[in-house]
């Protein structure tokens, strides 16, 4: 199982940790660094920076929204890193919710997810394998574009910049239902698992069934060495507070929906309620420690030894650690080496 450090997206500004982490990590033999957005920071900028400042280490996007931009400007942005990098560019999309897609990007979310990721990712890898001009006949990506308000000049194009690796940049998606975890396996390279509990194997294991030799399952997980397990819990807690409630509308929000099919159906609703009512610290407290415990690796060096195993025996190829301090990151390397 090879390892990764999340570095997620900004909050009022610039974490001036994240090159030095990045660094370290790449120094301690972790096989990538991640960034993310949502409606503050953008995903691509920071992980460029972070390209400069490194020298192997493989840069990916956990995750590129899909509605920020249309499939050919994500697949130039990564095409372009990928040749400043040296080839370590590794593209993950996710479709994002209803609230963040229309309130913050000012665009329909798609009647049909599923058709509209399938779509988005056929763009992306018609660029990055050059064979010919992009051509979709699609519903919600078409190329060119013929809708109602064409001109009907339109012309397919092809990529002027030529691929540094043509058809083998690795396109994964952070998917969470069950049929968009099934698609993921069949269009794109890998998957990136919002949560995942290696003590709960049967949520995922339909879905991944038919998930082809080589697939890529890059899960996230809050990594914390500390003595308090309780205390340490408590920034993955907030995370799940925010996520579950706040990250959706009470009738459509896909991280309470997973939390459900994760056994916490009671819990999710909760949370969600006391949230969207304004009470924010309540809707952390309300996070099952257990749940909080199983999605982590939290406490002495000694435990997470320990429940690190159940991450080995399973399918997830990659772990992808949002880490505060370097200790821990260290451990982590350590633990896994």
């Known amino acids: 199982m090879r390892l990764g450090l999340a570095l997620g997206y900004w909050g009022r500004g610039p974490n001036p940790e994240h090159v030095p982490l990045a660094q370290e990590a790449e120094r301690l033999g972790y096989d990538s660094v991640w960034t993310a957005e949502s409606w503050g920071s953008d ?5 460029t920076w972070i390209a400069a400042h490194t020298t192997t280490i493989k840069l990916g996007t956990a995750v590129a929204q899909m509605a920020a931009r249309s499939p050919t400007t994500t697949a130039m942005h990564a095409l372009t890193l990928d040749h400043l990098s040296g080839g370590r560019m590794m593209l993950g999309l996710g479709l994002s919710g209803p609230q963040v897609v229309e309130g913050w990007y000012g665009r329909p979310f798609p009647t049909s997810p599923l058709t509209a990721t399938r779509e988005y990712v056929d763009v992306v890898r ?31 194009l092809k990529p002027i910049t030529h691929p540094l690796r043509p058809g083998r940049l690795p396109v994964l998606l952070g998917a969470e239902g069950p049929r968009n975890i099934a698609q993921t396996t069949r269009i794109a390279d890998g998957w990136l ?35 308090d397990v309780r205390e340490g819990l408590l920034p993955v807690k907030t995370m799940l507070g925010f ?47 257990a749940f909080a415990d199983e999605i982590s690796l939290v406490g002495p060096r000694e435990r997470i030894a320990e429940r690190l195993e159940s991450w080995r025996k399973g399918p997830v190829t990659d772990l992808l650690a949002l880490s505060p301090d370097r200790e821990s990151l260290r451990v982590l390397a350590e633990l896994n080496s």
């Open 193 to 227: 698992p919002l949560y995942w509990s290696p003590t709960r194997p049967e949520v995922y294991e339909a879905s991944l069934a038919e998930a082809p030799d080589g697939f890529l399952v890059a899960p996230m997980a809050q990594v914390r060495v500390c003595d």
């Open 43 to 47: 995903v691509f900028t920071p992980l």
């Open 126 to 156: 018609q660029v990055l394998r050059r064979e010919g001009p992009v051509e979709l006949a699609g519903r919600f990506h078409a190329h060119p574009y013929t809708g109602p308000d064409a001109t009907g000049l339109g012309k397919p």
């Open 243 to 289: 996520y579950i409630g706040g990250m959706g509308h009470a009738r459509r929000n896909f991280h309470a929906d997973l939390m459900a099919r994760m056994g916490y159906e009671e819990e999710a609703r909760r949370i969600q309620r006391l949230f969207l009512e304004g009470r924010r610290e309540e809707a952390v407290l309300a996070v099952p420690d």
